[in-house]
């Protein structure tokens, strides 16, 4: 994968299986928001394949790849509009019937925002709820598969474990597979089982949570990631 002529991606082979949980650590500049953003197709490789099962993602319409695979932002932007109407959104962009004020209301309730917050303007709410949020407008369209861009980066402690909480009950209950960027080394046990490490676009290491934690060097740690594979070259 490459942008203005420097590799951004190189020799990069991963698998992402239904049900687990992944994070993706590695310094500033390492690769791991562009891995995500190939994932989504807000870019393509420009090396490589994209693939679910036998079938390349540039083989599927870009609808059809967002409507599997959500992406939420570091710092997300809420649509214009009210809350409801961002709850709404991915139903309503599919031609669904959007769940109801009672539904949405425990949606919000779940991510620990206000229920009587359904008819407030989106853009009012502070970074933190912003990001709960558009977790709750992802898992609400049942992506099969969630690339999270520091998920939890602007919670508190607290607000963290219970984001953490909610997608690996959807994991065991759905097969939903989370691939999550963290810079934050006591997040990263809480938001997957298996970690990936790049440098310099490329994988360094990868294994459980735990035995990378022992011994990834501190580095990695000082930036703010259907069988989904990617093979992508420079």
Do not use: C
């Amino acid at each position: 994968m490459r942008r203005g002529g420097a590799a951004i991606l190189d020799g990069i082979d991963l698998a992402f299986e239904p049900g687990r949980r992944y994070v993706l650590v590695g310094a500033s500049g390492s690769g791991k928001s562009t891995l995500l953003r190939l994932l989504n197709r807000l870019e393509d490789p420009s090396g490589g394949h994209v693939r679910i099962g036998e079938t390349a993602f540039t083989d599927l319409s870009v609808r059809a790849v967002r409507s599997g695979v959500g992406l939420v932002f570091q710092s997300p932007r809420p649509l214009p509009g009210s809350v409801a109407e961002n709850l709404a959104y991915p139903f309503t962009v599919r031609g669904w019937t959007p769940p109801g004020p009672d539904v949405m209301a425990e949606s919000l309730l779940e991510f620990g925002l206000e229920p009587r917050w359904l008819g407030r303007d989106a853009s009012g709410l502070s970074g933190g709820e912003r990001q709960r949020l558009a977790l709750a407008v992802a898992l609400g369209a049942d992506p099969e598969i969630l690339a999270l861009d520091e998920p939890t980066s602007a919670l508190d402690p607290g607000s963290a474990r219970r984001i953490a909480d909610i997608l690996s009950e959807r994991v065991e209950t759905t097969g939903l597979r989370t691939i999550a960027v963290t810079h934050h080394r006591g997040h990263a046990p809480m938001l997957g089982e298996t970690a990936v490490v790049l440098d310099r676009g490329r994988v360094v290491d990868q294994g459980p949570i735990g035995e990378l934690l022992a011994r990834v060097d501190s580095r990695f740690w000082e930036s703010a990631l259907p069988v989904v594979e990617a093979e992508i070259v420079p």
